[in-house]
């Protein structure tokens, strides 16, 4: 069976495309910082007939995070698909303007974004381009191309983590690995601040299964 790994894999974004793959014959890894909730993500995917499996890991930790999609690609038989989309809550995130900023405001969302997405490419790009095949998928704020300034801090890593994965979608083409960007412009889920555009993780998750089969996008940019 083909297998995808989803690092910050949760309830929303991240079980939808669990689903999503899984409904496909995929074999499904999730990674994340909390065990409990990942067990329970795997119990709900394995009620549904889903091969799934959980591996504990902050993004933060590289090593750890190294450590536990090899650890995924033994059970499985390797990744042939790796979902990168970590998520804070607001409540815990610090957000300035521009203006505002200062370069330890930008650090730890480097951290978070940019650095544990590279982190997570290296565990899993050298067995992709030595099979000649295989998708690397990016999670983003849709900040990343259309920036707010009440988020200038945010948005200037999610801008490093997009051009970095255009540039590595470039890098990898005529290999066979295919590298993609989903940058979100809506608030996933029914709960988001008034006047704001929603959607559905169900209504997004497809859009992951697109990038993987047709392989002709670098970015998607999800708008209302």
Known sequence: MPSIAIVGAGPGMGLAIARTFGSHGFDVAL?????????????????????????????????ALTQALKDAATRFGGIDVLEYS???SLESTPLTAPSE???????????????????????????????????????????????????GNLNAA???????????????????????????????GTDGPPGVPTASAEEVAPLYWDLHTQRDNAERV???
């Open 31 to 63: 990674v994340a910082r909390n065990r409990d909730k990942l067990n329970d993500l795997v119990g709900r995917l394995e009620a549904e007939g889903i091969t799934a499996a959980a591996f504990p890991a902050d993004v933060l930790d590289h090593d």
């Open 86 to 88: 970590p998520a804070g």
């Open 101 to 151: 900023t200062n370069p330890s405001d930008v650090q730890w969302a480097m951290d978070f974004l940019l650095y544990g997405a590279i982190a997570a490419t290296r565990a899993v790009l050298p067995a992709m381009r030595e099979a000649g095949a295989g998708t690397l998928l990016y999670t983003n704020g849709a900040g990343s191309v259309d920036p707010t300034p009440m988020l």
């Open 158 to 188: 999610q801008a490093a983590l997009r051009n970095w994965v255009l540039s590595l979608h470039k890098e990898l083409a005529d290999t066979g690995v295919q590298a993609a960007h989903v940058a979100i412009g809506v608030w996933v």
């Open 222 to 224: 999800v708008t209302r």
